[in-house]
């Protein structure tokens, strides 16, 4: 009989649109050690894939050894489970569909596997977050983008090619604001930080109400919300658009799927009080009735950076285990 090791350690890789975050993680969930590069500078996908797979064994190599690493995952915004790909990818440098997880495994010589997003932000709040113990929950990445994933009983619902939960690229408005995607009206328009800027810029042409926004040359909604702490009428009004817009989103979302909870995450939500208070309110007037005061509407308690790089660990413990050194 041949005596073999069980590996207990795996590659947690979280791309996002600014930075790509990786990290070594263990079986229980414990960081072993982190490190990220800027995703934006490098517009050439194979350039990309060289300077991760290089960060990849650099990281092993000093914690511990190549060799103790089991398996990679990713999180990447566009990206299917089923097919391995970034596809279409409306705010990624990579155009059209891009092979990751097959270009990553050729580079390294593990397995690796690809999962979307908000999916893999969905599986890191199951395991280590505010959705720990919950089997029917929503989990929103609202940021640059807008993503979901839902659970229903206990079990992820990721669709025939990978794609489910997209609630950022549903109509919420005929004929409205372009989206990224190539569509018109899309929630993501809205809501997620270029959708909150053009809000701004709306309300600072259409009045005349004094505001600090107006002599801001960088507007983002981080800046927006600080204003808002600060008492600045505009500001506010604009988290109030923006969060009647996301709740009447999700209240359909709701209605369809009957969460118990809908948890946020991103960047977005680090407004607070700003963007839910409205949310809430939008929510519980357009929810089906059944549902109004029983579905909770949180925002996650977890460091996004450490949440992504988990969910997308919990990814690599799920695939087969493959290696070139066996």
């Not at 720990?132 to 994933?149: E, Q, T």
């Not at 053009?198 to 800046?223: C, Y």
């Not at 929810?287 to 909770?296: E, I, L, Q, T």
Request: aromatic fraction near 8%; glycine fraction near 10%; charged fraction near 20%.
């Amino acid at each position: 009989m041949q005596q073999t090791s069980i590996k207990k350690r795996v590659i947690g890789v979280d791309i996002g649109n600014a930075c790509t975050n990786y990290a070594i993680v263990d079986v229980r969930g414990n960081v072993i050690a982190h490190d990220s590069f800027p995703t934006s500078d490098y517009p050439d996908i194979n350039k990309f894939v060289e300077k991760l797979a290089e960060c990849i064994i650099t990281i092993a190599e000093t914690n511990g050894g190549y060799d103790t690493i089991r398996s990679v995952g990713i999180s990447c915004p566009s990206a299917s489970y089923a097919s391995g790909c970034i596809e279409n990818a409306a705010n990624l440098p990579w155009k059209g569909i891009v092979p990751l997880g097959a270009m990553l495994r050729d580079q390294l010589g593990l397995a690796v596997a690809l999962g979307n997003d908000a999916h893999n932000t969905a599986l890191g709040e199951k395991m280590y977050g505010a959705a720990h113990g919950m089997k029917n929950f929503i989990v929103l990445n609202l940021g640059i983008g807008l993503g979901s994933c839902f659970f229903s009983e206990g079990h992820e619902h990721q669709g025939a090619n990978g794609y489910a939960g997209e609630i950022g690229h549903t109509c919420i408005e005929d004929n409205g604001r372009p989206c990224p995607c190539g569509l018109k009206g899309c929630l993501e328009a809205y809501v997620a930080a270029a959708g909150i800027v053009q809000t701004a810029q709306e309300l600072i042409a259409a009045s005349d109400t004094p505001s600090k926004m107006r002599k801001t040359e960088l507007l983002n909604p981080k800046v927006i919300a600080d204003l808002c702490d600060e008492g600045d009428e505009l500001a506010i009004e604009v988290y109030r658009r923006t969060g009647y817009m996301f709740g009447r989103g999700l209240a359909t979302y709701a209605s369809i799927v009957n969460p118990e909870a809908i948890i946020v995450t991103g960047g977005v939500s680090h407004a607070g009080h700003w963007l839910m208070d409205p949310t809430v309110e939008s929510f519980e007037n357009h929810v089906f009735r059944n549902m109004r005061g029983k579905v909770h509407l949180m925002l996650s308690d977890l460091n996004d950076a450490e949440r992504d790089v988990l969910g997308a660990s919990a990814l690599a413990w799920e695939v087969r285990e493959y290696s070139l050194f066996k």
